[in-house]
């Protein structure tokens, strides 16, 4: 999709019915509605432009309420209170680390005009700890009349389409259902689409967003639009989403069909066939690790062994575990085995 809208005329802003300049947002809006139930979505660069950029419509100059055990940094050391601060707002801490209260939220709504929950996409808090539900929090935000925003991070869109991923990873769908005004997401985590992020939920804020100044600073083209359309598309039916979106069909392949792949290939790497656990990653799922099937070559300069296969045409990238250079074949796609024998070779 990405392709054919690069070589050829696409009708980004013009509207083919009425020949009158349309909106370049409303296929991939229409999806996402349908998709999360949502009354409308606008779609921007990525997750941390949505949050900006919801922030500074929601809360320009103004404190938003956030727990103080989720104000995460994401990878690559960004972190979430600096682009919130970015976004023109206030950080209103509210909390403790480990414990946050309904109470606690609605002490901050005296000089705070929003709630945001922000997903824990890349670590966990176990033990002594607790957090109000979406729901709860929203019966809060109805009351003093503020919007809850919620940070889902990952991007799982409705539980319909969950397949393996665990119940503790937030959807889309069921966080608006639960009374959330807005929810914001990436399109290139679980969604599996191109680089973008997803702001869905009431009309009201939506509209105010997308005719935020900054919008124009944070839109799309129209090769990334082409390819979330068509990654929208293959989520509306599941039995394709189930085949076609990589994390998904990854999460589906069974350990008899990994171990039988693994047997074949075993003896041509010269590598013991062992049991792994795999990551989901890519800021969902944290701590949450997936039965798998490796190839495990043991040799006495794993570190060496990783610089050739990185530099090898195509690359491979492997992990070391208890010495040994681990390929998990849960990631590696049945058709590319016989790549990965030539390299190992
Ligand atoms: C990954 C993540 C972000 C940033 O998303 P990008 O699309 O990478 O900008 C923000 N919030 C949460 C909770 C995340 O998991």
Redesign the pocket.
């Known amino acids: 999709a990405a392709a054919e809208a690069a070589g050829s005329f696409a009708p980004v802003e013009l509207d083919m019915t009425t020949g009158a300049r349309g909106s370049r947002h409303a296929h991939v809006a229409r999806q996402v509605c349908s998709l999360t139930g949502a009354e409308g979505a606008v779609v921007v660069n990525?997750?941390?432009?949505a949050?900006m950029l919801v922030l500074s419509t929601v809360a320009p100059g103004q404190g938003v309420a956030v727990a103080r055990g989720e104000l995460?940094e994401?990878g690559g050391s960004f972190r979430?209170p600096e682009i919130i601060e970015s976004g023109g707002a206030r950080l209103r801490e509210v909390g403790t680390t480990n414990r946050t209260r309904v109470e606690d939220f609605e002490r901050a709504l005296r000089d705070a005009v929003a709630i945001l929950r922000?997903?824990t996409?890349n670590y966990r808090v176990e033990g002594f700890c607790e957090m109000p539900s979406i729901r709860d929090l929203a019966t809060v935000a109805r009351r003093w009349d503020v919007p809850l925003i919620h940070?889902t991070?990952?991007g799982l869109l409705s539980d319909e389409v969950r397949f393996e991923i665990p119940e503790d990873e937030p959807s889309a769908a069921s966080s608006l259902r639960d009374g959330a005004d807005l929810v914001l997401f990436?399109g290139?985590?679980i969604l599996g689409g191109p680089?973008c992020?997803i702001i869905a939920g009431r009309r009201a804020w939506i509209d105010r967003i997308a005719s935020h100044p900054m919008m124009r600073a944070m839109r799309l083209d129209k090769i990334r639009l082409a390819a979330l359309d068509r990654t929208l598309a293959i989520w509306r039916d599941p039995s394709r989403a189930r085949a076609e979106i990589p994390l998904l069909r990854m999460l589906g392949i069974s350990i008899d069909d990994l171990t039988r792949r693994a047997e074949r290939l075993s003896p041509s790497m010269g590598a013991d066939v062992v049991a792994t656990e795999a990551f989901i990653g890519g800021?969902s799922v944290p701590g949450r690790g997936v039965a798998s099937v490796g190839l495990a070559i043991r040799t006495s300069h794993p570190d060496a062994l990783m610089d050739r296969l990185r530099r090898a045409s195509p690359p491979v990238v492997a992990r070391v575990h208890d010495g040994a250079v681990v390929f998990d074949l849960r990631t590696v796609e049945a058709r590319d085995d016989d790549h990965l024998v030539h390299a190992v070779q």
């Open positions: 990525n997750n941390a432009a949050l995460i994401i979430l922000i997903h996409s940070d991070g990952s990436s290139d985590k680089q992020g800021g």
